[in-house]
């Protein structure tokens, strides 16, 4: 870190970021927003986009000015907000109404994984490192893990919709009231997110340092719980892994000597660039109560840059795996281009099923048992978002999971089986996010 700061510090990014405040509260921009606002609600009655670009305006209204209230009250607009909400307030920032299900539960818990099922367990080689393995046989739709995340982030494409602090779906948010980056469902969220983690972060953003939060939230974190965090690695509680404890986060792995010299220069440059911001324009340092602070801050920021590049979750035995989100599915992604991703990623070979025996990728596939055309238009109507309900998509995930459990038992690969597991996720996600009455 030491080398690269001194190496780079005449660099742009050290100096003309400090000297204008790139992304503060601005009401001609929240005034640019309304007007586009207005546009797409009255032209071209698209309520939707419309909410977002009201949201938006709120986010960068100047506090208490005349614009802030403009802007509230065109977003409580007859039409827009959603009507459950609208019913119970029109202007406060209260959640009302939840857009998902409750979060399930384990039945089974793992004496040793706080948050898994007792179907599979930790294993650690000199060949794999440390990793997850199936205990017995796991069938589509099995929980397996229920875990808060330990830091999150909004998608930048969500971040007119969902809370920063609970990533709540919310209709009528409240912006945070010195940066235009992130907004609130309640006060209780605001009030949280300003005790922890924004304090440090909110004043980067306005500098435009706005990449990389999932990154600088662990390693603040890492900041108030380093003395804790010392403690729990002296003290071998047998393996347990806890969820929401730092311990965890901190020994994932980096694989600072695996990576190209290249990628580890510009992971350090990040972290040295956040260490100069963190430094010079917060108070982390002066409100942090350790030994060496300094080289800490410096230590954490480079090893969290370094670890999120490099953490997969992988479930082994008995049939597949199946990595399900990411670009790294043998149903679309080719063995090689899939172990090439691994190898750069994760730094490991994969010997799963589809790659030892080489699976062609989904559309080589004999198509296998037929999944029923009345279960696919339904689908397809969920897809256009025409219907959306709570009642069809739990209705149609019972059904995916029959169609899946009359699968069994026939070879696979097959496409159709690769398609109704793919099918199946997408469905846990409308069940988690509905939009509702757009
Ligand atoms: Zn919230
Ligand atoms: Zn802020
Ligand atoms: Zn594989």
């Given at each position: 870190m030491d080398y690269v700061y001194k190496l780079t510090k005449k660099l742009p990014i050290f100096h003309e970021k400090s000297q204008k405040m790139q992304y503060k509260k601005s009401d001609e921009n929240s005034l640019k927003y309304r007007k586009e606002g207005n546009e797409l609600f009255i032209r071209k009655k698209d309520n939707f986009k419309a909410l977002q670009l009201y949201t938006k305006s709120i986010a960068y209204a100047e506090n208490n000015g005349e614009n802030l209230s403009i802007a509230y009250a065109n977003r409580s607009a007859e039409k827009l907000l959603h009507r459950q909400q609208k019913a119970k307030s029109?202007?406060?920032?209260?959640?009302?109404?939840?857009?998902?299900?409750s979060i399930p539960t384990i039945k089974n818990k793992n004496p040793l994984i706080d948050?898994?099922?007792?179907?599979v367990e930790i294993g650690k080689n000199e060949k794999w490192g440390r990793y997850v393995m199936a205990t017995k046989d796991i069938k589509p739709g099995d929980i397996i893990c229920v875990e808060k995340p330990y830091a999150q982030e909004v998608a930048v494409t969500s971040k007119y919709l969902?809370?920063?602090?609970?990533l709540e779906l919310c209709y009528n948010m409240i912006p945070c009231e010195n940066c235009t980056e992130v907004l609130y469902c309640s006060e209780n969220c605001r009030e949280q997110a300003n005790k922890t983690y924004h304090k440090y972060e909110c004043i980067l953003f306005q500098l435009g340092l706005r990449e990389q939060r999932l990154f600088l939230r662990v390693a603040l974190n890492g900041m108030s719980e380093y003395k804790n965090m010392k403690v729990d690695l002296m003290n071998d509680e047998g393996g347990i892994y806890r969820s929401g404890r730092y311990k965890e986060i901190y020994e994932l792995l980096t694989h600072k000597t695996d990576r190209a010299p290249y990628y580890v220069f510009q992971d350090t440059l990040e972290a040295v660039v956040f260490y100069h911001y963190l430094k010079n324009f917060t108070d982390i340092l002066k409100e942090t109560d350790i030994d060496n602070k300094e080289q800490v801050l410096k230590e954490l920021l480079l090893h969290h840059t370094l670890s999120m590049h490099c953490n997969a979750t992988c479930i082994e035995k008995p049939k597949q795996i199946d990595f399900g989100q990411t670009d790294v599915s043998f149903n679309t992604t080719s063995k090689v281009q899939r172990q090439y991703e691994l190898q750069i990623h994760y730094h490991f070979t994969c010997e799963c099923e589809a790659c030892v025996k080489d699976w062609p990728t989904g559309e080589y596939l004999r198509a296998g048992k037929h999944i029923p055309k009345s279960f696919m238009e339904k689908m397809l109507k969920l897809y256009k978002q025409e219907i959306i309900d709570k009642s069809t998509v739990d209705k149609l995930l019972n059904d995916a999971f029959d169609i899946a459990s009359s699968m069994k038992g026939l070879p696979i690969p097959s496409r159709n089986y690769n398609y109704i597991n793919g099918i199946i996720c997408d469905l846990f996600i409308f069940q988690g996010n509905r939009l509702l009455d757009f």
């Open positions: 029109l202007e406060s920032s209260q959640k009302i109404y939840s857009y998902h299900d948050a898994a099922s007792d179907s969902h809370c920063h602090e609970c």
